[in-house]
């Protein structure tokens, strides 16, 4: 009878994980794990051709790292291509114990983990572009500094499997919206947001379900490190809706407003919200989106000579005041309006003002355009 060669590391101190238990600490698809291996090389550095792949430690530590890396606002490809080549000695000390405790090789979905398999992604992944920059967190990002309400214990209920938001002070259609959501049920998402939107205005579907449920989901990515698949379908939902509500007709002869997010900072749903708000008050707007270079912030008001011009900054570290100190002088003279929590502690030029909510930003953006 042949001898055994035991292994060099016992199996407890060296885990092997499966795609699906992978997945569902992530907090992605698997498709999305997939697409990470096949585009970035981001899979198991030991995979043989054939076989059945199982994640390592280290491949972990590298997943984890790409996913804090776009957590900073840095793209998809480029995170990727840090998390490959940084030295294992070099890498961030992964979340996972060694043993992996509760995370097993049960069917994607199954128990208590995210309630399907979803088009959503950890940090940069997404079905059909396989890049969403940004993560979960940024579900509290966008709502911060415009509208985000006080919110109580957000965890799962017991007994839910994980399927359940808890939203304290809801509404019926917000709680509705949360269960559409975290079914990943974009259609029903979609509905509520439109009906939401058509009967109440953009304010209101903004202040009373789209902050509420995506604190709610980022809260719940903070307990229990899941549910970006429902952050990224509810963020995509949301933009798709606002992006309709903002595609109407206005006095095409009037200046228009101009929104951009600050040259460092990735998170652009509020924008949508504001321009949708914009546009329901029948003003002109243009938006330039997420990490808009000062350059070419300066050129475009320049260019388009707006009566407005608004900067978004969700992150104390994207809130430069060199960049609003840089901007042209007009004429005639074009307001400049800032929001975003990033810009609570800034001292502000003198021909600056802040907007800490949604409706503060349109009074104040739609008012008389500052003078001198």
């Known amino acids: 009878m042949s001898a055994v060669t035991p292994s060099p590391e016992p199996a407890e101190r060296n885990p092997r994980y499966t795609v699906a238990a992978v997945a569902r600490r992530l907090g992605v698809a698997p498709a999305t794990l997939r697409t990470w291996n096949r585009r970035y090389g981001l899979g198991p550095a030991d995979h043989v051709s054939g076989t059945r792949r199982r994640y390592g430690p280290h491949d972990l530590a590298r997943l984890e790292f790409m996913c804090r890396l776009t ?26 114990p060694r043993s992996a405790p509760g995370i097993d090789d049960r069917p994607y979905g199954a128990g208590p983990g995210p309630s399907a398999g979803g088009a959503g992604c950890g940090q940069p992944g997404q079905a059909g572009s396989g890049e ?79 902050c509420p449920v995506l604190v709610a989901v980022g809260r719940r990515w903070e307990q229990r490190g899941d549910a970006v698949d429902v952050e990224h379908l509810l963020s995509d939902c949301v933009a798709a809706v606002f992006r309709r509500a ?59 000579g707006p009566v407005a011009v608004f900067l978004w900054s969700q992150r104390r570290t994207s809130a430069d005041v060199q960049v609003l100190t840089g901007l042209p002088v007009t004429r005639p003279p074009t307001s400049i309006v800032v929001g975003g929590s990033g810009w609570q502690r800034a001292t502000l030029p003198g021909r600056v ?17 500052l003078q001198g």
């Open 71 to 96: 957590q900073d606002g840095i793209a998809p490809a480029e995170a990727a291509r840090i998390a490959r080549t940084t030295l294992v000695d070099d890498l961030p000390e992964s979340r996972w």
């Open 132 to 210: 969403h920059a940004g993560a979960v967190t940024s579900a509290n990002d966008d709502c911060g500094g415009l509208d985000e309400p006080a919110v109580a214990d957000l965890a799962g209920a017991r007994g839910s499997g994980g399927r359940v938001l808890r939203l304290a002070d809801a509404g019926v259609a917000a709680r509705g919206l949360a269960r559409a959501a975290m079914a990943l049920d974009s259609s029903a998402v979609t509905r509520i947001l439109a009906h939401a939107v058509a009967a109440d205005g953009v304010v209101a579907a903004w202040q009373e379900l789209v």
């Open 246 to 304: 903002a595609d109407r007709e206005v006095d095409g002869h009037s200046r228009p407003v101009l929104l951009a997010c600050a040259p460092a900072e990735q998170h652009s749903l509020a924008l949508t919200a504001l321009a949708a708000g914009l546009a329901e008050r029948g003003a002109s707007v243009r938006v330039l989106g997420a990490a808009v270079p000062i350059a070419a912030l300066r050129n475009a008001i320049v260019r388009v």
């Open 353 to 369: 003002r802040h907007a800490g909510s949604l409706r503060e930003a349109l009074d104040l953006l739609t008012g008389a355009p």
